[in-house]
Each structure stands twice: as C-alpha cells, then as structure tokens.
C-alpha cells in the first residue's frame, strides 16, 4: 500500500466498510443499568457512557436547599475517580489504589483492601460484573488488573494468577521493559472484560493493545493490535518493523459498549515519541483513532483516525458517548467523539458514517530535520469547535496593561497558525488549545430523550518547541533526556506547578526518595517499571548533580546482566511543557478560560457556552466570568439539571439549568472536585457524590475526600 493508498484507504474506512447484522448480546447478566435505576453501576452512568440519571428527587426547582450529607477523607493525596453504587453500598478507590466499600446513605466504611504492587497513580474508576449470584468488582494496582469479592474486599484467586493480570505480559516484549497501567476501568461485554492501558511517553513504550479477558478466570480471549503487523490494514502507514518496535496508540482514556450490536468503541492514543515522529514516518494508523470493534471477537469494523502522524500529543483524551439523534428525518443511533483540539466528530455507530460533513484541509507543515508531517488533517463542517482554534494578537490578555505588554512581547516571537501548527527548532509554538486543551479525560454527557450533548472544555494556550539532544556520555543524562525532558524540558525547569522544576532537587528530596518516585510514580507522572533499579540510580544521581554523583543512589544495586541506558533514537526532543502565563501566573490569553458548553447534535448548533470557574482572588477584585482549567465531566439528570466540579482553583460543585445554562447552586467542596460527580438514591434518597482533591494545584492544602450532597430532611 503506497502513500496514496493509505490516504485513501483512512478517507474511506469510515464510510465504505459494510457490518453484517449484528445478535444481540447474550450472558451480560445483571449489568445493564436502566435510566430510572438508583443504583450507579457503571462507569460513565452506563455502558453508552452517557453520565445521565433518570432521578429527579433532587431538580431545578429544589437544588438551591442540596446540603452536604456526609464526607469520607481518604488521608491520601491526589484523586480523580468516580465511584460505583449497587444495593446500597458505595464501592471506591484511594489515590494510593486502595480500594473500600461504604454506607452510600452514611459514608461509614465497611471494608478496605490494599492490593500489591498499588503505586500513586490515578484509578479513574471501577467495573463491577455479576451473573446468577457471582460477582467481581474490577480494579488497577500497578501493572496488574485485579479482582476482588465486592461483598468483603478479598482478592477472587481465582482470576488470573491469583486474582490479578500483569497488563504488561502478551504484548510481544520483555514485561520488564515496558510500563502498562489502567487509569480508566475496563468495560463489560457479557462474560469479557475489555481494557485498554496507559504506558509510557517515550520509548520503550508498550504498543498499544485493546484485550479482552474472561470475567471469571482472566483467560485472555481476544487483541486488537492497534499498531497493525504484517498483512493487517493500516500496516504501510507505518515504518516496515514498527509492530516490533514502535509504541503507544494505546487506549487510556476509556472505552463505551453497544450492548445490542456488540460493538466496543475505543479511542486510541498518539504513538511514541509525542512531538517528534521522524522514526514512524506515515499517518500511523491506529493512533489517535476512534475504533468501532467486534466485542466478541476484537475484529475492526471501522476506525476514524481523527489526527494523522501526530506530532503534538493529540490523544484522543476523552471517552465518547453513545446516543440517538434526529438525523435526515430518521432516528439514528449515533457515537460521539470529542477531542483535545476542541472539535466534536459525530457518526453513525453501525458504519462509521459521518452524520455531519469532515474537510481534509490543508496545514501547516514541519520544518524539522528528517520530520514529514501530514499535509491535511480532518476538520468537522458541524459542530462548530468547542474550544478557540487559532490564537492571534487581539486575543491576548488585557488584566492588566503590564500582563498585556508583557504578553504581546512574548507572543510576538511565536508562530501561531491554529490547532495545527508544527513544534520547530527555530522558534517557540502557540498550542491553541493547549496540550491538556479542549475535552479532557472527564468525558461529556447526554440528555438521553433529547439528543443534547453537554461538554466542559479547558480553553488557554501553551507553548513547545523542539531543541536538539545532547551528545552525553553520562547513562543518567540520557535516561534524563529518554524519559524525563518530555515534561520537565532539557533544561530540568519544568513548567511548574503542573510539571515541577528538577533544577536543584536535591535541596528538597533525598536520593531515596527520587528513586522511589521514579520506581512508583507519583500523580500524574507514571512509574518508571520499565527501568532497572541501577538504571534509576544512575538517573537519581544525575538529578541530584555533581557532587550527588560521588555518593551511592539509596536504591540496589543494577541487576546482573541488566541492559545498559540506550542510546536516544530521536536526533530532537521536546524542551517541555509550558502554559502561555502572564508574570502573575494567569492565562496570558483572554478568557474565558474554561467553558461548559450544551450542544444539539440533532442539529449540529449549540444551545449555550458559559465561563466554568472562577479564580478566588480574582473574583475578590470583581474580575469574574473567567472560567478556569478543569478537569472531570458533568452528570446530567432527568430533573433538568447539569452538575459539575471540575474546576481547579474554586473547590466547588455547581449545578446548572439543563436548558439555560443558568446556574441554580453551588456548593464548598474541601478540595477542588476534579472527577465526574455520580448519583443514586438509597432508602429514597437520592445523593449526588464526587471526589475530591488538590492534585493539579500545589499551592493549595493537599488531600482528598468523597463529598455527598443531599436535599434537607431525614438522616440516615
């Protein structure tokens, strides 16, 4: 397949591949959860990932009187979960991926377990299974899937090699050279579970793979290999080995599940390296793809490959939906895909088709050595972008007239040419959106009998830029340079708070420390499992300097035999993440900076766009309507109300008018409430909860708690 035909093959993959009739599932036991049930069984509200409840207790005309109703405290840093609610108990995780059941009606705890090898990492949320008296309740800890008792917490032993899977075995390398991880549950497809996983951003990186495992004894039975081998469609859009020895197209953000096709719909991550893709030339299907798959079997249907060769981290960051839209006079069953560039692609969920026209247009090209980025890339005529495209002069910030100068100056010696625009070696870029731009991980939600479609979206510019690798002979630098400058940047200065500076760590944490944040990770920096031990000893050393170096990194000794730091492949590496900020730390771009946005995907037209968030002092000062960065999606309920946290700096969760976008209530939360928010009623009662944490902002208290809110009256 040439060059030609790969462009033609992805413009038509879409549209041309025809499905036969598809049965409906048969053994999904007691899983599917109904619009008007009070339980909360799923991730995403359902197996359509919709977030919507048929509850209206709580609505638009009493949400003003909801009152917290109880809290639990994990005692632990950063969260960004949504917990599970079946017959009355509350099933959730902890930042250090311990997991608990609790009263849903008290919050009063009834069991914990903390699995092995659990690590600092994000669990997103959870898969509970049940067939004729069976249950399992489906969660992470390190690289391993795991399976536990929901009635008392106690691994299922029997369930893969004594109640959990090493994600990284199967993949067609050394398990210890790659790190797998779930941060999104898997999803149920009869008596399968299906996952995705996140590996690393740097090579060695696992390739990605969506599988599907057996609920009861975790035999594997089927793989979908989005990295295509020999024969498979889509092999010649990449280099001849890249199946050995590429990575990434992984699926992290979360799959949603048609029960009555069986069709699974994954959306797939870009491939490794992010920013440079000289050594993976092509449009590398299936990376930064939505797949349509064969729940039974994994085999392709159809994909969309919504960024070709990407070169600025655009993951498909975000679950899609299911829903059914008023399309062509006729009723269509229809999936939604948001993106992180802002765009909305919708199709129909049998074949692919597009319900409203995509344009290959035109973009500006890479001028980096060896680098051949995709002349075009697909835009939607329909939804208009959620988030702006192209940021220009006019847009920057006007706070204040310094923050202006200062910005303008700054702005002046970038290129800024849309959502598009290559990372360069001559001059720094304007990413518009940014890199955790447009939708994010938390997903959008449906307004089932209507076909409204409701969205947040982060909304400020970042910048990057590529510089070229340093020719070292110390392994602990070019570990630093293979693994590390993606976010940190080579010059070890981050972009604090959301990347901390590395420069002079040794003054704040020992050697021990950095190797066991290396090793386990911490946040949203994922563990290194694919290292040796001397291997983060010899990067330890380099960060903690010269004189550091003299001195023996607190960690074993490198293993006999083990291999040494390999030699950077990519001639240039990204300098680092880094937000467009004024010298106060706001956006430097006019805002809003984070929108909520209600979208009628009959038509294609939005209904309204409200600023979501606010900065505390700001607002002091009468600056409001801002918006902020957030992170987690709304729940949208049949009482008429869209809720929400999200957002970062004001620790609260606010409820709006499904209709207006007016806003009805907000409530204090005692962390920022950066996660989905659930709801489910017990003994008639309905309560709304969502997690809560200061994980993306350092400078404020830390920790994390589940927070329920409740109209007044009586106490369980």
Same mark, same amino acid.
């Given at each position: 397949?040439?060059?030609?035909?790969?462009?033609?093959?992805?413009?038509?993959?879409?549209?041309?591949?025809?499905?036969?009739?598809?049965?409906?599932?048969?053994?999904?036991?007691?899983?599917?959860? &109904?619009?008007?049930?009070?339980?909360?069984?799923?991730?995403?509200? &359902?197996?359509?990932?919709?977030?919507?409840?048929?509850?209206?207790?709580? #609505?638009?005309?009493?949400?003003?009187?909801?009152?917290?109703?109880?809290?639990?405290?994990?005692?632990?840093?950063?969260?960004?979960?949504?917990?599970?609610?079946?017959?009355?108990?509350?099933?959730?995780?902890?930042?250090?991926?311990?997991?608990?059941?609790?009263?849903?009606?008290?919050?009063?705890?009834?069991?914990?377990?903390?699995?092995?090898?659990?690590?600092?990492?994000?669990?997103?949320?959870?898969?509970?299974?049940?067939?004729?008296?069976?249950?399992?309740?489906?969660?992470?800890?390190?690289?391993?899937?795991?399976?536990?008792?929901?009635?008392?917490?106690?691994?299922?032993?029997?369930?893969?090699?004594?109640?959990?899977?090493?994600?990284?075995?199967?993949?067609?390398?050394?398990?210890?050279?790659?790190?797998?991880?779930?941060?999104?549950?898997?999803?149920?497809?009869?008596?399968?579970?299906?996952?995705?996983?996140?590996?690393?951003?740097?090579?060695?990186?696992?390739?990605?793979?969506?599988?599907?495992?057996?609920?009861?004894?975790?035999?594997?039975?089927?793989?979908?290999?989005?990295?295509?081998?020999?024969?498979?469609?889509?092999?010649?859009?990449?280099?001849?080995?890249?199946?050995?020895?590429?990575?990434?197209?992984?699926?992290?953000?979360?799959?949603?599940?048609?029960?009555?096709?069986?069709?699974?719909?994954?959306?797939?991550?870009?491939?490794?390296?992010?920013?440079?893709?000289?050594?993976?030339?092509?449009?590398?299907?299936?990376?930064?793809?939505?797949?349509?798959?064969?729940?039974?079997?994994?085999?392709?249907?159809?994909?969309?490959?919504?960024?070709?060769?990407?070169?600025?981290?655009?993951?498909?960051?975000?679950?899609?939906?299911?829903?059914?839209?008023?399309?062509?006079?006729?009723?269509?069953?229809?999936?939604?895909?948001?993106?992180?560039?802002?765009?909305?692609?919708?199709?129909?969920?049998? #074949?692919?088709?597009?319900?409203?026209?995509?344009?290959?247009?035109?973009?500006?090209?890479?001028?980096?050595?060896?680098?051949?980025?995709?002349?075009?890339?697909?835009?939607?005529?329909?939804?208009?972008?959620?988030?702006?495209?192209? /940021?220009?002069?006019?847009?920057?910030? &006007?706070?204040?007239?310094?923050?202006?100068?200062?910005?303008?100056?700054?702005?002046?010696?970038?290129?800024?040419?849309?959502?598009?625009?290559?990372?360069?070696?001559?001059?720094?870029?304007?990413?518009?959106?940014?890199?955790?731009?447009?939708?994010?991980?938390?997903?959008?939600?449906?307004?089932?009998?209507?076909?409204?479609?409701?969205?947040?979206?982060?909304?400020?510019?970042?910048?990057?830029?590529?510089?070229?690798?340093?020719?070292?002979?110390?392994?602990?630098?070019?570990?630093?340079?293979?693994?590390?400058?993606?976010?940190?940047? /080579? #010059?070890?200065?981050? &972009?604090?708070?959301?990347?901390?500076?590395?420069?002079?760590?040794?003054?704040? /944490? #020992?050697?021990?420390?950095?190797?066991?944040?290396?090793?386990?990770?911490?946040?949203?920096?994922?563990?290194?499992?694919?290292?040796?031990?001397?291997?983060?000893?010899?990067?330890?050393?380099?960060?903690?300097?010269?004189?550091?170096?003299?001195?023996?990194?607190?960690?074993?000794?490198?293993?006999?035999?083990?291999?040494?730091?390999?030699?950077?492949?990519?001639?240039?590496?990204?300098?680092?993440?880094?937000?467009? /900020?004024?010298?106060?730390?706001?956006?430097?771009?006019?805002?809003?900076?984070?929108?909520?946005?209600?979208?009628?995907?009959?038509?294609?037209?939005?209904?309204?766009?409200?600023?979501?968030?606010?900065?505390?002092?700001?607002?002091?000062?009468?600056?409001?309507?801002?918006?902020?960065?957030?992170?987690?999606?709304?729940?949208?309920?049949?009482?008429?109300?869209?809720?929400?946290?999200?957002?970062?700096?004001?620790?609260?969760?606010?409820?709006?008018?499904?209709?207006?976008?007016?806003?009805?209530?907000?409530?204090?939360?005692?962390?920022?409430?950066?996660?989905?928010?659930?709801?489910?009623?017990?003994?008639?009662?309905?309560?709304?909860?969502?997690?809560?944490?200061?994980?993306?902002?350092?400078?404020?208290?830390?920790?994390?708690?589940?927070?329920?809110?409740?109209?007044?009256?009586?106490?369980?």
């Amino acid at each position: 397949m040439n060059n030609s035909s790969v462009r033609s093959f992805r413009l038509r993959a879409a549209a041309s591949l025809a499905l036969l009739p598809l049965l409906a599932s048969c053994g999904a036991g007691d899983n599917r959860q &109904s619009a008007s049930a009070g339980d909360w069984k799923v991730y995403g509200g &359902s197996a359509e990932g919709d977030r919507y409840s048929g509850l209206a207790q709580i #609505n638009s005309a009493n949400v003003g009187t909801l009152q917290e109703a109880w809290r639990f405290d994990t005692g632990e840093g950063g969260l960004q979960t949504s917990p599970l609610v079946i017959d009355g108990i509350l099933y959730g995780v902890t930042p250090g991926q311990k997991l608990f059941a609790l009263d849903a009606a008290t919050g009063a705890r009834l069991w914990e377990y903390a699995p092995p090898d659990a690590i600092d990492q994000p669990v997103r949320g959870l898969t509970y299974w049940s067939n004729r008296g069976e249950q399992r309740l489906f969660s992470a800890a390190g690289n391993y899937l795991i399976a536990v008792d929901p009635r008392n917490g106690k691994p299922v032993t029997s369930f893969g090699e004594g109640g959990r899977i090493d994600l990284r075995k199967g993949l067609g390398r050394d398990p210890q050279s790659i790190g797998a991880v779930m941060t999104s549950p898997g999803v149920l497809f009869g008596d399968l579970i299906i996952t995705g996983f996140r590996t690393t951003e740097a090579p060695p990186a696992a390739p990605g793979a969506i599988r599907a495992y057996d609920v009861r004894t975790g035999a594997l039975r089927w793989t979908f290999s989005a990295i295509p081998r020999p024969g498979e469609p889509g092999y010649d859009s990449w280099p001849r080995d890249a199946w050995k020895n590429a990575g990434g197209a992984n699926a992290w953000a979360g799959m949603v599940v048609d029960e009555k096709r069986g069709i699974v719909y994954a959306p797939t991550g870009s491939a490794v390296e992010d920013f440079y893709g000289a050594d993976r030339i092509g449009d590398n299907l299936f990376a930064n793809s939505l797949l349509a798959l064969d729940a039974r079997t994994g085999k392709r249907l159809w994909h969309f490959q919504a960024v070709h060769h990407d070169i600025l981290d655009r993951d498909l960051a975000s679950p899609p939906v299911l829903l059914t839209v008023d399309h062509g006079g006729k009723r269509v069953d229809a999936v939604a895909q948001p993106t992180k560039h802002g765009f909305l692609f919708l199709f129909d969920r049998q #074949n692919g088709k597009p319900l409203f026209p995509i344009e290959e247009r035109p973009v500006p090209q890479s001028d980096v050595p060896g680098e051949r980025s995709s002349p075009t890339q697909p835009f939607p005529v329909k939804p208009a972008p959620y988030a702006r495209q192209r /940021l220009t002069a006019d847009m920057l910030t &006007s706070r204040t007239p310094e923050a202006r100068a200062a910005a303008l100056k700054a702005f002046s010696a970038m290129r800024s040419d849309g959502p598009f625009t290559p990372l360069s070696l001559k001059q720094r870029s304007v990413v518009f959106p940014g890199f955790d731009g447009g939708a994010e991980w938390g997903g959008a939600a449906i307004d089932r009998k209507k076909g409204v479609l409701y969205i947040n979206s982060n909304d400020i510019a970042w910048e990057g830029g590529l510089g070229t690798l340093a020719d070292v002979a110390n392994q602990g630098e070019q570990l630093y340079q293979q693994h590390c400058s993606v976010c940190h940047g /080579l #010059n070890r200065e981050g &972009s604090p708070p959301s990347f901390p500076r590395l420069s002079g760590i040794a003054a704040r /944490l #020992n050697p021990g420390e950095i190797f066991m944040t290396i090793k386990k990770g911490k946040g949203r920096m994922p563990p290194f499992t694919q290292l040796q031990d001397g291997e983060i000893a010899q990067l330890t050393g380099y960060l903690m300097g010269a004189d550091a170096q003299k001195q023996e990194a607190r960690a074993p000794a490198q293993r006999p035999g083990a291999p040494k730091a390999p030699e950077p492949k990519a001639r240039y590496a990204f300098t680092g993440y880094k937000k467009l /900020l004024d010298a106060d730390g706001y956006p430097a771009v006019a805002p809003p900076w984070g929108t909520l946005n209600a979208i009628d995907l009959n038509s294609g037209e939005y209904l309204w766009k409200i600023p979501l968030g606010e900065y505390p002092e700001l607002a002091a000062k009468g600056i409001t309507g801002t918006g902020t960065e957030n992170y987690g999606g709304p729940l949208v309920t049949a009482g008429g109300l869209v809720v929400i946290g999200a957002t970062i700096y004001d620790s609260r969760l606010r409820a709006f008018d499904s209709a207006t976008g007016k806003l009805l209530w907000q409530g204090a939360l005692p962390f920022a409430g950066t996660a989905s928010p659930i709801t489910y009623m017990v003994k008639g009662r309905q309560y709304i909860v969502i997690a809560t944490s200061n994980l993306r902002n350092a400078k404020a208290k830390q920790g994390s708690a589940y927070v329920a809110f409740a109209l007044p009256g009586k106490r369980n």
